[in-house]
């Protein structure tokens, strides 16, 4: 596992992750990826792909019909900021 | 880079970095394999011959569809005109503990679509978790599709220059939108920050991913009008680009003629107008094609359309391109689709732009209106716009009738009314002049009541009052004077001031009559019935001979 490869998980995850962090992650990551490799080894050609951990269902779907939504004080309640009737966050430029 | 986990310690970090990516075998392979690329740039440049290029070109357009609620929730999916934050629930808030829940609508609208679209309806379809981190998205998430679309490999077909081409479609999946971010700056410390309106959160959203079939701008932007053309025409959007409930991404690469690998693929991105994906796509094919003139090498990116510079710029390269690390939907079992829903849907497709636009064409007795491509493509663009015409000519049939109805109707509809509209930039349902006034006013105008200046005249009051043909006529006083005893006055007194004329008509000179009928247009002011006035001029003159 290369360093490179640790900090654009790390990233991916907006997880920090300093110099001496990448260091021990590489090790620490390619063991688990080995650990869980083992899968690796069943031969699957003759399974048909699971899409889901409950085999055999099926969802449901339901009316297109609207109901009350929350009301605002609701929905902001639990904002860390707010100004006016919006949810203020910090600038994420792409 | 938030540093959300920087107390705990790296071992902890290691086993959430590898759970929080799951598909990090798959991405790790990705990385891999993503190194190779192919550049006609190389080649290009070495060309001792002028290079030839072909742009190739695939869209993808993503349409609001017209559900009345959201795609997973049942809040109210009409947040264009709602106070922001309004059309909210802990679902499409994206809280701990709720689950979405399948809107039928929108997946009966998805399959209407694909059938349209000549594309394979999934019979076993599933949703995935499009992972990113971005304050648009309230679960850190968007649900959305994979690898199993519930329709695929379909195609449209396209008229461009009086040929016809048929251009693939890859897929037509189903996902939800994004919250709307509007960016501010702090006055106090100069800081930007965002303000979030959940309302348009969980409003469906159809992504289709068009072939890279396209070979030009006209033909990109003759597929989007189809394209669009289609979904009005099923009723599942509004296909409007201004309101942006209609957005479309461009793939834009060259390659030489006669090549067939692809060159470097740049995507283009924020344009709200057909114009705008024009002109993007013109502007991305002169780019490119300067910089392999100079040898230069396309780069892997994407580009911003710039409305009022008309230029497309950097946005972000693909080296830094988002890793979604898709995996199935926990929340969301397989869909199934069963076979004879599809089938009932198909039953239920409404006659499509294409078929319209081709029974508008046929002959009279045909059941069509004889019209000519050009017309009748012009009408059929938006289903209104054809309803429109239908009514228009059904009342004219059922009113005066007379020859050539339909071409009268299409003639008036794609002139006089269509600017109008253009000018008051309105569409068809907007128009206060309904069919059945339309097709009073060509009665007039058929009729002899008014001339066509009067009539233009007549329309634009109409068009501005609302008011039927025959009141807008009788309050202007547009109409002509059809009263021979009116005109025989006027045609005399044409006669007595023009010896001249009179003298040439005399002398064979048989044109000198049309002078002498439009000396009377012109003391009526143009209100006099020109065959009636041409009629009394002749038997005046007549007269004269003897
Ligand atoms: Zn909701």
Redesign the interface.
Known sequence: MSAE??R??????????SDD?VE??RG??AK??AE??VLQAIDTSAIEPT????EG???????????E??G?ED??SNAPLR??????????M? | MVPPLAGLGSIKKAVMLVILTPWTYQWIANLHAGVASVFVGDTASYNPYMPDYEPVIGLEVHAQLRTRSKMFCSCPADYQAAPPNTRVCPVCLGLPGTLPVINREAIRSIIMTGLALHCEIAQETKFDRKNYAYPDLMKGYQISQYDLPICHDGYLEIDVDGERRRIGIERVHMEEDVAKLFHRTDPATGEGYSLVDVNRSGVPLMEMVGRPDLRSAEEARAYLIAYRSILQYLGVSTGSMEEGSFRCDANVSLRLRGASALGTKVEVKNMNSFRAVYRAILFEIERQSAKLDRGERISMETRGWVEEKGITVSLRSKEEANDYRYFPEPDLPPLHVEPSWVAELEELLPELPEARRARFMAAEDAKGYGLSEYDASGLTDTPALADYFEEAVGAVREGHGGDEAPKRVANWMLSELASHLNAANAVIDDSPVRPGDLAGLLGLLAGGTVGTTQAKAALEAMYESGKPAAQVVEELGLAQVTDSGELTGAVRQAIAENPSAVADFLGGKETAAKFLVGQVMKATRGKANPGIVAELVAEQLGALKQ
């Not at chain 1, 654009?8 to 992750?17: D, F, N």
């Not at chain 1, 269902?57 to 109901?67: A, K, L, N």
């Open positions: 490869e640790v654009r998980v790390a990233t991916l995850c907006h997880v920090g992750v962090e021990q992650l620490e990551m688990l990826v869980v490799s899409g889901h951990a409950v269902v099926h969802t449901v779907m339901r009316d297109d019909e609207p109901i939504p929350m605002l929905v902001l100004e006016g009737d919006y949810f203020r966050v910090r600038a994420v792409e």
